[in-house]
Every structure is written in structure tokens, then in C-alpha cells.
């Protein structure tokens, strides 16, 4: 299996621009988790999925902020629009509920918002 | 909400030395799970813990759910230098569907 794959691997973008990460999990998987992580924050969780429905979404920022799951095998966390803050490193992770939440991360995003 | 307390914050020993760590939290957790994350990947499993007093090992790693469920601790024996990263820490409820995250240990391990 590949696990995780996230994409891009590194994302440079200007304030106020769109950006989109890209996650497909383990197939076969059916728990999907978007985390940020920062020096200052750690790995914050900021929303959870089952079966591609969202569970917990209290993680996430404010509302420039939306994920979605349209299948099993694709999600994105989208920001519109990009600020400084936002800069972090972003990973996907997925399991399979019932199996007490082994996860398995991507390789993560890394974004720098200018 | 739930709070993990990790310590030490980093640690800097010399390779061959073993490595104790800790996490603490103000409620109990039913699954404690240690992950490494190595420079520029994603977190990776170590050791899973699921009862209260288990012991379970991993190679050179061994990990404890403390008795009281509000603590575990991670051991590394004779460190070598892929040791290097950060480790995490993350508690579970059962069917919360969500793991909380320790803030990490960063190791150093010099030769």
C-alpha cells in the first residue's frame, strides 16, 4: 500500500489567494483527520470525517477554512482566503474506525502564506 | 477540553544512553498511543496501549499505560542515532473517533 498521500508537498502563495490541499487515504480506511501543526500549537485536529461525512469540525479555524470528502478515496482542505497565520505544516491522516484509531499520516503539506 | 502534558520538551543524550518519557492528562483515556515523527514526514506509530497497567514493547521501545489512565510513559534503551525526532504521545476515548496530541519530546541522540 502507498499510504497517505498528500499534495502538494509544499505550497507557496501570496495572502489573500486560494489555496486547496489534497489528501487520498489508505483504501479501505474509512476514518479521514485533517491536523495543522505549528511550533507555537503543536498538532491541532481541525476536522474529523467517517464514512466522508464530517464528524467534528470544532477544530477548524474560522470559516475561510472548509474540508470535504466527496468518496472514500479524496478529501481537500481548502482556505480562501490565505493569510500569514495560516502558514503551518498540514497533514492527513487516515484509519479504520473500530481498530482504536491507529493512524497513519501523510508526509504533510507544508504552506507558507506571504 | 482534554490536555496532554509531555515532558521532558526535548533531550539531549549520548548515543547508548536510554531515554525515559512521560505524558500526563487531566482525564482518563481508555488508548494511549506513542508516534514518532522524523524531519519533514508525518508522525508514525510506535506502540499502541489499550489496558490499564499494560506493558508492551516495540524492539528497543517499550511503552506503559499508567494504572490510573491518566498517564503513560515511553522508554528507549540504548539509544542509537536514528533515535533522532520528535515523539508524540496521543490518548483516546473509546469511539470518540479522535486522538488528543502531547506537545512532543524533540530527542537529539549525539554519537
Known amino acids: 500500500d502507498a499510504g497517505v498521500i498528500q499534495s502538494p508537498r509544499h505550497e507557496v502563495t501570496e495572502m489573500g489567494q486560494e489555496v486547496t490541499l489534497r489528501c487520498k487515504p489508505i483504501?479501505?480506511?474509512?476514518?479521514l483527520f485533517w491536523y495543522r501543526q505549528t511550533m507555537m500549537r503543536g498538532l491541532e485536529l481541525l476536522i474529523y470525517?467517517?464514512?466522508?461525512?464530517?464528524?467534528?469540525d470544532s477544530g477548524m479555524p474560522e470559516d475561510r477554512f472548509s474540508a470535504k470528502m466527496p468518496n472514500a478515496s479524496f478529501s481537500t482542505l481548502k482556505i480562501q482566503p490565505s493569510e500569514p497565520r495560516d502558514s503551518a505544516v498540514y497533514f492527513c491522516?487516515?484509519?479504520?474506525?473500530?481498530?482504536?484509531?491507529?493512524?497513519?499520516f501523510g508526509s504533510g503539506t507544508q504552506l507558507s502564506v506571504l | 477540553g482534554q490536555q496532554l502534558n509531555q515532558s521532558p520538551q526535548s533531550m539531549f543524550i549520548q548515543e547508548g544512553e536510554d531515554v525515559s518519557m512521560n505524558c500526563t492528562s487531566s482525564?482518563?483515556?481508555?488508548?494511549w498511543l506513542w508516534y514518532k515523527q522524523d524531519p519533514g514526514e508525518g508522525p508514525v506509530l510506535l506502540i499502541a496501549?489499550?489496558?490499564?497497567?499494560e506493558l508492551t514493547s516495540n524492539g528497543r521501545l517499550t511503552a506503559q499505560f499508567g494504572i490510573t489512565r491518566k498517564d503513560s510513559f515511553l522508554n528507549i534503551s540504548a539509544s542509537i542515532p536514528s533515535d533522532v525526532g520528535i515523539y508524540f504521545c496521543?490518548?483516546?476515548?473509546?469511539?470518540?473517533?479522535?486522538?488528543?496530541f502531547g506537545d512532543g519530546t524533540t530527542l537529539t541522540v549525539k554519537p
Open positions: 470525517f467517517n464514512n466522508n461525512v464530517p464528524i467534528d
Open positions: 482525564s482518563i483515556f481508555n488508548t
Open positions: 483504501s479501505g480506511h474509512n476514518s
Open positions: 491522516a487516515s484509519s479504520f474506525l473500530g481498530a482504536n484509531e491507529k493512524l497513519f
Open positions: 496521543a490518548g483516546q476515548l473509546s469511539n470518540a473517533g479522535k486522538s488528543t
Open positions: 496501549l489499550y489496558k490499564a497497567g
